[in-house]
């Protein structure tokens, strides 16, 4: 994949997730909103019940004093017709004439206002009555006069107690009007009004309230109630006859933002659950993205170098086999048997390599059998300088040994904990760029043996240090060949520390040198 795909599918990808992340953001927003929006109208809906239910209660004491003033037949005290309606027909088919006639009369009836305690006399009670009657006449078919007595005669009578309660309800709202407010209802009445409608229209939360007489708090309130513009929610209450009132009921919620969000929390913790697995998906994605182009990036070099290795040996061992088929050389025994000695040393460097990568790729595999003994770490050291001494000597340089743990008898396998000191003091060797020198320390700490391995080589930055221990890394430097290996060495050494229950680090600092820490533990 060309860096700029990769770059391309990158971008669309974070952009898509972007995209996800402010649509589901919008989606709470607006549900929140919403729910707020039918949480205010429940409430108005709630308010206006319990107005209407507070104006009704104060009405009730009406019904009782009217069947009780009807009921005992009392005289009223005032009695006028209200309207009078006559009207007349004639037919000519059946030769009849027809009348109809209908009275509304009002009787007023002024009952003691102690029933009340609202500071006057008494409270007019009107009763209206509906009385109706249609008379048949017949024509004389002598002389064509309307007989004067009806041959048919229909009557209706009825109470208007509508009309009464209505006139009552002007009545009493005139002088309800300026009563304070405190002896038309209490707390308790209003508390209890509001939690039985809250609770009709599922709203279950802690609520404060208060009446308001204009812009004064009167005494029925609750205790904790604050006025606010922004949280409270109001409605007019103790309407007068133009349907205006000083009085409104003020209701606020002091938990309101945590119920809101209770009542989507299923869905936030549902969307933030799949959001986050996406997230989480996407990074891996992006993560494996990388880490296949690094893998590509590194077996590419890999490839390189395996190339750049094979390709010497390959052409020493045809040099040496041309010169051998050479008629001038063929019969001298002693070069014969140098070119063969060459091939071999050939051939013995290549299967090397081979091997190295064949024991990684069993190692991953768990194929490689590492068999553990009691050893002694000190001789399993001294017999891994033996492997480089020469090439140390050879570039004028050394391998200090600083051996002072007391107790440095461990369980490991002789030959694989040696391949593992080995590498290390390869590569000190390898990135000297002067004389390689090397000092390797052994001490106790606690229950472990610690051998320090330290070289004054070119050392390594604190990304490369993260890497340097993965399979097939190796640092650039511009020619990936001016270093022979193939990234495979320190992450054998890490695989085997780790078979052998143990630990491996490194400190470095660019230009100054390394220094590779593996801990072990002892035999109990």
């Known amino acids: 994949m060309g860096k700029k795909l990769f770059i391309l599918l990158v971008v669309l990808m974070s952009l898509s997730l972007i995209g996800i992340i402010f649509v589901q953001a919008y989606f709470i927003n607006n549900t929140l909103k919403n729910e707020e929006k039918q949480f205010t109208s429940d409430v108005i809906r709630s308010l206006s019940l319990v107005s209407k ?26 009695s006028e017709i209200k309207q009078l309606l006559i009207f007349d027909s004639f037919s000519e088919e059946t030769n009849q004439a027809t009348r109809f006639k209908n ?22 009670i009107k009763r209206f009555t509906s009385f109706s009657e249609t008379n048949v006449f017949e024509r004389s078919p002598i002389d064509g006069q309307i007989n004067i ?54 709203i279950k ?78 990074s891996s994605a992006i993560y494996q993205l990388i880490k296949q182009r690094q893998i ?30 050479n008629p001038k050389i063929i019969g001298d025994q002693e070069k014969v048997m140098r070119y063969l000695q060459m091939i071999k040393d050939e051939n013995k460097r290549m299967h090397a390599q081979v091997e190295n990568v064949l024991r990684i790729s069993k190692l991953e595999k768990n194929e490689l059998n590492i068999s553990k003994e009691r050893v002694e770490l000190h001789d399993l050291i001294e017999d891994a300088i033996t492997h480089v001494e020469l090439i140390v000597e050879d570039r004028r340089g050394y391998v200090k040994t600083h051996l002072d743990a007391d107790d440095p008898t461990v369980l490991a396998n002789e030959t694989h904990f040696t391949n ?99 801990r072990l533990p002892l035999i109990s």
């Open 420 to 518: 593992v000191i080995v590498n290390i003091l390869d590569n000190a060797i390898k990135y000297s760029d002067d004389e390689p020198k090397i000092d390797v320390y052994t001490e106790n700490v606690g229950n472990n043996v610690l051998i320090k391995i330290s070289d004054k080589g070119n050392g390594m930055s604190k990304q490369v240090q993260k890497k340097v221990f993965e399979k097939f890394y190796r640092e650039h430097t511009g020619n990936v060949h001016n270093v022979k290996g193939h990234g495979l060495g320190l992450a054998y050494v890490k695989r085997i520390v780790d078979d052998h229950q143990g630990h491996i680090s490194v400190e470095s600092e660019k230009g100054k040198g390394s220094t590779f820490i593996i």
């Open 103 to 124: 009275i509304i009369s009002e009787e007023s009836f002024k009952v003691p206002s102690l029933f009340f305690d609202i500071g006057t006399d008494s409270i007019d």
């Open 205 to 282: 939360t802690e609520f404060e309230y208060a009446i308001y007489d204009k812009d004064l708090s009167t005494k029925i309130r609750s205790d904790n109630f604050d006025l606010s513009p922004e949280t409270t929610i109001g409605i007019p209450v103790f309407l007068d006859n133009e349907n205006r009132s000083d009085f409104s009921l003020y209701v606020d919620f002091p938990d309101r933002k945590k119920y809101l969000l209770s009542s989507i929390l299923g869905m936030i913790l549902l969307s933030v659950l799949f959001t986050s697995i996406i997230i989480l998906a996407y």
């Open 296 to 325: 590509s990036q590194i077996k590419t070099d890999f490839i390189n170098n395996m190339t750049h290795e094979f390709k010497t040996p390959i052409a020493t061992i045809n040099l040496a086999l041309d010169s051998i088929k």
């Open 149 to 202: 007595d009806p041959i048919q005669t229909f009557r209706d009578y009825s109470t208007m107690d509508e009309l009464g309660r209505s006139f009552y309800k002007k009545n009493y709202r005139a002088v309800y009007k300026n009563y304070p407010v405190y002896k038309r209802i209490s707390n308790e009445e209003v508390s209890e009004l509001l939690t039985s409608q809250f609770m009709v229209n599922g």
């Open 53 to 78: 239910a507070i104006e009704d209660k104060e009405l009730l004491s009406y019904d009782r004093l009217y069947k009780e003033v009807i009921k005992n037949g009392r005289t009223p005290d005032t």
